[in-house]
């Protein structure tokens, strides 16, 4: 069974920093291009950053440039977003994603002016 579990969202203030874990389970890791997407109140989903599956390429959309920094662990399964300087305009959920079609729980990240 695939599984996607994010964790590390909260509360923080704007200019600060949080990391997301995603945990992976169920499919061969490094086979897969693996995504973080967000969907704030009222507004539709949206893709931030996805990284390769050799960890050779990322992409990040354009607001979360110089700001975000996605990373993998092939040996612990997991996906990191790093972000800082955050601001009020990234409070979403954010979810894991990978292209078969599955996607995590969610994890709420909220930042306060």
């Known amino acids: 069974e695939v599984q996607l579990v994010e964790s590390g969202g909260g509360l923080v203030q704007a200019g600060g920093s949080l990391r997301l874990s995603c945990a992976a389970s169920?499919?061969?890791?490094?086979?897969?291009?693996i995504g973080w997407f967000r969907q704030a109140p009222g507004k539709e989903r949206e893709g931030v950053s996805c990284?390769?599956?050799?960890?050779?390429?990322?992409y990040y959309t354009d607001s979360v440039k110089g700001r975000f920094t996605i990373s993998r662990d092939n040996a612990e399964n997991t996906v990191y977003l790093q972000m800082n300087n955050l601001k009020p305009e990234d409070t979403a959920v954010y979810y894991c994603?990978?292209?078969?079609?599955?996607w995590g729980q969610g994890t709420q990240v909220t930042v306060s002016s």
């Open positions: 994603y990978i292209p078969s079609g599955y």
């Open positions: 169920g499919f061969t890791f490094d086979d897969y291009v």
């Open positions: 990284i390769s599956s050799s960890e050779g390429g990322t």
